[in-house]
């Protein structure tokens, strides 16, 4: 049996490797000439730079699981524990997240009083939170709506704006609570506050130490170690499916110049993408997968020498939307994980695009870099431009959960589930991280194994 995989990003890769390890025979077709799709490490003059993700969360423990498994271990590197802390900015001073802050919710009373993010009227606000009346949940909100009702407007727009929007490059008005924030919502409908049911522990939190890791060399060691374990003749780059056909005993896949026929076909491709593919054969599914919506991001790594940048705190800082500029976050890669610049220098990196600034998308890569630096200096000390950078542009490639989004899902998985043979995968549908996309790439393998 022949199982096509469609798209050499973690996902795919992670199906590709699955069907090998239980025997399958496995052809991945990739469209570009290099497999890991948004993992992308390059090394450039000493530097380490990631124009992709730059770390795996604990919370999520399948691609950490993975990487062990592919004797990745030694590699793994946690982040560096002398410069912890991430800061949000505010009228453009940098304020270090209140310890025990859980993503919104403050669970260290002393540390939130003390921080000068928030009002004393804000303050006061999110500490009623356990006599908020709690109305039921039935249908999804929004991560605003929520936040709102629950903890107030400082909250929001101070700390769940930047975090969530700076994570998902999203807006928190649109995205959806359901699948962002599930745990809190369940928090939410167990003990009829978070406040208290955090006192009791976050449900489904395995409990690690460390937030969050890397590998040793950079994400792209995680694409080759599957690489590494799958056999080199099945892995097809340059091989863009272009369309596909359900036959008597499977499926046809057609490129530009190729045909290939397999029994079964995993898509591990982003929902629009799939939406294209499956528009003639199955326009109902098609239909739906075309409403998942998608925004950019786009990360400008540059390295300064050390004397040249100052005011640095943390591993990096968010910044919500009422500051009023383009970058979203500001990333301290040197100061985040070991190893990543040479002695002697700086690797910051800032992120832009996303929803509601789109349009970044249409400036020259210098257009970008001097708007970036024209804003970074008003938050850090900038006394020279970067002595190197590297701009990486992502167009439609983060799924914007909007809310509805798991009802959707519930929905493609249901029609994909009455296709035979058809398997859907990736960051589109059960989650964005790296764990989510290897998980769901090894689960739609397992089905169809079964
Ligand atoms: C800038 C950025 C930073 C991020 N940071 C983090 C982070 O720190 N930690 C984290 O956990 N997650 C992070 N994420 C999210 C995570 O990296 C992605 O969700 C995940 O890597 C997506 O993997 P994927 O395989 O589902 O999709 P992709 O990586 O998009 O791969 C899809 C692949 O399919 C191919 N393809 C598309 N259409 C076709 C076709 N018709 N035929 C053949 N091939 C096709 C594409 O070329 C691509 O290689 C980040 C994402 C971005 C963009």
Redo the contacts with the bound molecule.
């Keep these: 049996m022949t199982v096509a995989v ?9 199906a590709a490797y699955e069907l090998s390890k239980g025997g399958r025979e496995v052809i991945l ?4 000439a ?6 992308l490490t390059d090394e450039v003059q000493g530097f380490l730079i ?8 604990t919370e ?1 423990p399948w ?1 950490i699981e993975l990487a062990k498994e592919l004797g990745l271990s030694q590699e793994l590197i946690p982040p560096r524990e002398d410069r912890r802390g991430t800061f949000i900015l505010w009228r453009r001073r940098l304020h270090r997240l209140p310890d025990g802050f859980l993503l919104l919710v403050p669970t260290d009373l002393r540390s939130f009083l003390r921080t000068g993010l928030l009002s004393p009227w804000g303050k006061m606000r999110a500490m009623l939170e356990p006599f908020m009346p709690f109305r039921g949940q039935r249908e999804d909100e929004s991560v605003a709506e929520f936040v709102l009702r629950r903890l107030g407007r400082e909250i929001l727009e101070r700390i769940a704006d930047p975090l969530i929007g700076g ?1 998902y ?1 999203g807006d928190p008005e649109k995205l959806s609570a359901e699948a962002i924030i599930p745990r809190f919502r369940e928090l939410e409908r167990r003990n009829r506050s978070l406040m208290r049911g955090l006192s009791k522990g976050i449900p489904g939190r395995r409990g690690p130490s460390l937030p ?1 890791l890397s590998f040793r060399k950079g ?1 792209y060691q995680l694409v080759e170690g599957l690489l590494g374990a799958l056999p080199a003749e099945g892995i097809l780059l340059e ?4 369309a596909i056909e359900p036959t008597k005993d499977g499926f046809l896949l057609y ?1 530009s110049s190729w045909r290939i026929e397999a029994e079964k076909v995993i898509l ?3 929902s629009y ?1 799939a939406s ?2 499956l528009r003639g054969p199955f326009p109902d599914l098609s239909g739906l997968l075309s409403r998942i919506r998608f925004v950019s ?3 400008l790594s540059m390295a300064f020498r050390e004397g040249d940048v100052g005011g640095i705190e943390g591993h990096g800082f968010v910044v919500p939307r009422k500051e009023g500029l383009r970058i979203r976050a500001v990333s301290f890669s040197s100061e985040k994980f070991p190893a990543r610049a040479p002695e002697g220098t700086v690797l910051l990196r800032v ?1 832009l695009g996303g929803a509601g600034d789109e349009e970044v998308l249409e400036l020259d890569d210098r257009e970008i870099l001097e708007l970036s630096l024209r804003e970074l200096s008003t938050v850090l000390t900038v006394k020279a431009p970067p002595f190197l950078w590297r701009l ?1 542009r ?1 167009p439609m ?3 914007h959960m909007a809310v509805g989004h798991k009802g959707l899902v519930s929905e493609i998985r249901a029609r994909v589930g009455k296709i035979p043979g058809l398997y859907i ?4 549908y059960d989650g ?6 290897v998980r ?2 090894r689960e739609a393998a397992r089905d169809a194994m079964s």
């Design positions: 469609v798209g050499g990003g973690i996902s795919g890769l992670s077709l990739e469209r570009s290099r497999p890991g799709g948004v993992i990631e124009g992709g993700p730059d770390c795996l969360y999520k691609a994570i490059g969050f994400m091989h863009g499916v272009e490129g591990a491709i982003p993408e294209r593919l991001s786009v990360p992120f990486y992502w490639r983060m799924v995968a990736g960051s589109s964005i991280g790296i764990g989510d996309c769901s790439g």
